[in-house]
């Protein structure tokens, strides 16, 4: 086996070779067979930038615009919120939006929203919805595992004299940044009524300016539809050429299922590899 670093792929020549920039200059390839595994368009920095696009649409194939996925969630924090809380973590919590979720797990408040594992799996919803309807409100349960009758009862039963965020850390467990995104959700005031504080608690709408673009998001939706691959991953408008991982067109939830995805799919396109150069070799 040979590796050969620093090649940038530039599509296909008109001879029908791969076609790459080197440290030497442009250089041609012949190949059997090829495995494109050139990852999707998201977190740039790492290498892949989705530039490969341009060579497939080239040779005819459709490709769905690259959206990004798994991404964390712009939110116009107060300055005093921002200022305070970013890089604090937002601990056993559970988000939904409009009807998606609730999605259990942390968050983490960062100086332009929300990050973080539960953010990432509804992430997809909420983008969905900023494109449907033009704006997305997260709805923030920031003690799940206590209903809101509960909730209620313990801060009605809580001294008196205690200021609010002190009832709210002693009676419910609130974090001072879970109490801090709570005043955010109401306004500088928070309802002193415990039914009221309860519904807070509960709910809390956070509203959502945007996602975050590509260049920040996990992963990436878009990109080669299965529409145009045989079912062992090999392009129909190149035969020899076949694709795997995030250049195709699917999105998945972060926590080892983008990687399991970009793996299966390489070894049934490694597989289809075998069984065309073995068919071709059949006289
Ligand atoms: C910060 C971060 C955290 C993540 N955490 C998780 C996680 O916890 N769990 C999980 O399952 N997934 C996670 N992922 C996603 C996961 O890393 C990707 O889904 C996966 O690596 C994609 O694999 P791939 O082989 O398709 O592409 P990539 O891993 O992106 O590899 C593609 C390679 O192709 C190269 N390339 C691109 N274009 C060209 C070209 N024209 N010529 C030559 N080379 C080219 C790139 O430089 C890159 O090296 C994370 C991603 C990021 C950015």
Same mark, same amino acid.
């Given at each position: 086996?040979?590796?050969?670093?620093?090649?940038?792929?530039?599509?296909?020549?008109?001879?029908?070779?791969?076609? +790459?920039?080197?440290?030497?200059?442009? #250089?041609?390839?012949?190949?059997?067979?090829?495995?494109?595994?050139? !990852?999707?368009?998201?977190?740039?920095?790492?290498? $892949?930038?989705?530039?490969?696009?341009?060579?497939?649409?080239? %040779? *005819?194939?459709?490709?769905?615009? +690259?959206?990004?996925?798994?991404?964390?969630?712009?939110?116009?924090?107060? &300055?005093?919120?921002?200022?305070?809380?970013? *890089?604090?973590?937002? #601990?056993?919590?559970?988000?939904?939006?409009?009807?998606?979720?609730?999605?259990?797990?942390?968050?983490?408040?960062?100086? %332009?929203?929300?990050?973080?594992? =539960?953010?990432?799996?509804?992430?997809?919803?909420?983008?969905?919805?900023?494109?449907?309807?033009?704006?997305?409100?997260?709805?923030?349960?920031?003690?799940?595992? +206590?209903?809101?009758?509960?909730?209620?009862?313990?801060?009605?039963? $809580?001294?008196?004299?205690?200021?609010?965020?002190?009832?709210?850390? #002693?009676?419910?467990?609130?974090?001072?940044?879970?109490?801090?995104?709570?005043?955010?959700?109401? !306004?500088?005031?928070?309802?002193?009524?415990?039914?009221?504080?309860?519904?807070?608690? #509960?709910?809390?709408?956070?509203?959502? %300016?945007?996602?975050?673009?590509?260049?920040?998001?996990?992963?990436?939706?878009?990109?080669? *539809?299965?529409?145009?691959?045989?079912?062992? +991953?090999?392009?129909?408008?190149?035969?020899?050429?076949?694709?795997? !991982?995030?250049?195709?067109?699917?999105? =998945?939830?972060?926590?080892?299922?983008?990687?399991?995805?970009?793996? =299966?799919? *390489?070894?049934?396109?490694?597989?289809?590899?075998?069984?065309?150069? &073995? =068919?071709?070799?059949?006289?």
């Amino acid at each position: 086996m040979e590796l050969r670093t620093r090649h940038d792929w530039r599509g296909w020549a008109p001879s029908g070779a791969l076609m +790459f920039e080197t440290p030497d200059g442009l #250089k041609e390839i012949a190949a059997d067979a090829t495995l494109l595994a050139l !990852g999707g368009a998201s977190w740039p920095r790492l290498g $892949g930038d989705g530039g490969w696009a341009e060579h497939l649409t080239s %040779r *005819g194939i459709a490709l769905a615009p +690259f959206a990004p996925a798994n991404m964390g969630l712009e939110i116009d924090w107060s &300055a005093p919120f921002r200022e305070r809380f970013a *890089g604090e973590p937002l #601990k056993r919590i559970a988000l939904s939006c409009a009807g998606a979720g609730p999605v259990r797990g942390e968050a983490m408040v960062t100086a %332009r929203g929300l990050e973080g594992g =539960a953010v990432y799996t509804l992430s997809r919803a909420v983008r969905d919805r900023l494109a449907t309807e033009g704006e997305a409100h997260l709805r923030l349960d920031l003690r799940p595992d +206590f209903d809101q009758a509960l909730i209620a009862r313990r801060l009605a039963t $809580g001294p008196l004299k205690q200021s609010l965020s002190n009832r709210l850390r #002693k009676a419910v467990g609130l974090s001072p940044v879970a109490v801090g995104l709570l005043r955010e959700a109401a !306004g500088v005031t928070l309802p002193t009524d415990p039914a009221a504080l309860a519904r807070l608690i #509960k709910a809390a709408p956070i509203k959502v %300016r945007a996602v975050a673009g590509l260049e920040r998001a996990i992963s990436s939706a878009g990109g080669i *539809g299965f529409d145009a691959l045989d079912d062992h +991953f090999m392009l129909r408008a190149v035969p020899g050429t076949f694709a795997c !991982g995030e250049m195709l067109d699917w999105e =998945a939830p972060t926590g080892g299922y983008l990687l399991q995805a970009c793996f =299966a799919t *390489g070894r049934a396109a490694a597989e289809g590899i075998s069984a065309f150069l &073995a =068919a071709r070799a059949t006289p």
